[in-house]
């Protein structure tokens, strides 16, 4: 079922970043907002309740979002979350020397607990609404339709996740017309940055020192991001 609340932080996100290759991928925005909002909420009063420490205790968090949570600089709240995690984990890990009848449980339950995390199951459930969203925007409205041809490109994951959401979604007939638009944007921006890529790297041959840097300088940068998505989350720290 379609949660049209958040249509709003996906028209604000595709705004932003419409036309401004320096605001990046509309979808990085929208996730790394969500990221921000969750780590402040767990770090504040949400970690005394009882309920969401049961499932913090059990699913722990990933190393970037303990890192994260770490650069706050609330470690009372941190060590108030570790504290009871701790307790539940070693429980778990009890087994009465490493040959016992339960290692095979406590490796089991350790690997787990490799691949779960609080903050992203959270992240997940909301950001995966808010790509549905954007495919119904998509779909029922000229602006945002003229403005998702307008992004500076949105970066390979979340390109991945529009298209999937669209089948999944989007009126089948309409999926072909969606598509070619969505590629059109993220192809331009393909074929502009691997310019930029080789321009670098061209720069370092010195028959070519004398040449202007153009928009490669921070070509390798912008790469990344457009590969792996930017969840840079120095820009969506609090003001102190």
């Known amino acids: 079922m379609l949660e049209k609340i958040y249509t ?30 969750e780590i402040e909420i767990i770090l504040g009063a949400s970690m005394m309740e009882p309920d969401i420490r049961i499932q913090t205790n059990r699913l722990g968090f990933c190393g970037r979002h303990f890192d994260i949570m770490f650069e706050r600089n609330n ?26 009848a339960k290692t095979a449980a406590i490796q ?8 779960t995390c609080y903050v992203c199951n959270r992240i997940e459930h909301s950001f995966g ?10 779909e029922t409205e000229s602006e945002f339709r ?23 979604h989007m009126n089948k007939k309409k999926v072909p017309d969606f598509q070619k638009e969505i590629a059109n944007v993220v192809n331009k921006y393909f074929d502009e940055l691997r310019g930029d ?10 028959r070519y020192e004398n040449e202007p840097w153009g928009n490669s300088k921070d070509s390798v940068e912008r790469a990344i991001r457009f590969i792996s998505g930017d969840r840079r989350m120095k820009y969506d720290k609090p003001k102190k």
């Open 129 to 138: 609404k808010m790509i549905e969203n954007s495919v119904y925007l998509y």
């Open 146 to 168: 003229k403005k998702t041809a307008e992004q500076p490109y949105f970066c390979l994951p979340h390109y991945s996740k529009f298209i999937a959401s669209a089948k999944l």
């Open 8 to 37: 709003i932080p996906v028209n604000e996100a595709f705004d932003q970043c419409r036309g401004n290759e320096a605001e990046g991928c509309p979808f990085c925005k929208l996730y790394r907002r969500l990221e921000n909002d």
């Open 108 to 115: 089991d339950n350790l690997d787990k607990l490799e691949s």
């Open 197 to 206: 890529v080789s321009h670098f790297v061209k720069k370092f041959d010195y």
């Open 75 to 100: 470690r009372l709240g941190l060590a108030l979350i570790l504290e009871s995690h701790l307790a539940e984990t070693r429980e778990k890990c009890e087994v009465g020397g490493f040959l016992g």
